[in-house]
């Protein structure tokens, strides 16, 4: 079992930052990937950001060279950095690991953290 805890959403202004932090607890040792997700008002869930351990980063075309996604192993945490923020940005943000346990792959996701960007 692994257990995500976002932090870092709020209330920023267009043209503003934050960093929304995903801290993992439990079995965290057979991480296979880390996503940040996004759900606007009325839209469907997207992919905003992923690493995979060991391997690559990727990116929604609608926030490259904006986020960057992060891990700091010894915390076991994720970070999402969101600058140049838009209204277009605005969502609750979602992290989820991919995680083999007993070796089949699980999803576990956190509760959300709103992000709501002003213009």
């Known amino acids: 079992q692994v257990q995500l805890v976002e932090s870092g959403g709020g209330l920023v202004q267009a043209g503003g930052s934050l960093r929304l932090s995903c801290a993992a607890s439990?079995?965290?040792?057979?991480?296979?990937?880390m996503y940040w997700y996004r759900q606007a008002p009325g839209k469907q869930r997207e992919l905003v950001a992923e690493?995979?351990?060991?391997?690559?980063?990727n990116y929604a075309d609608s926030v490259k060279g904006r986020f960057t996604i992060s891990r700091d192993n010894a915390r076991s945490t994720v970070y999402l950095q969101m600058n140049d923020l838009t209204p277009e940005d605005t969502g609750v943000y979602s992290c989820?690991?991919?995680?083999?346990?007993?070796?089949?792959?699980?999803?576990?996701w956190g509760q959300g953290t709103q992000v709501t960007v002003s213009s």
């Open positions: 989820a690991h991919e995680v083999w346990v007993s070796g089949g792959l699980h999803d576990y």
């Open positions: 439990g079995s965290v040792f057979n991480i296979k990937a």
């Open positions: 690493m995979v351990v060991g391997g690559t980063t």
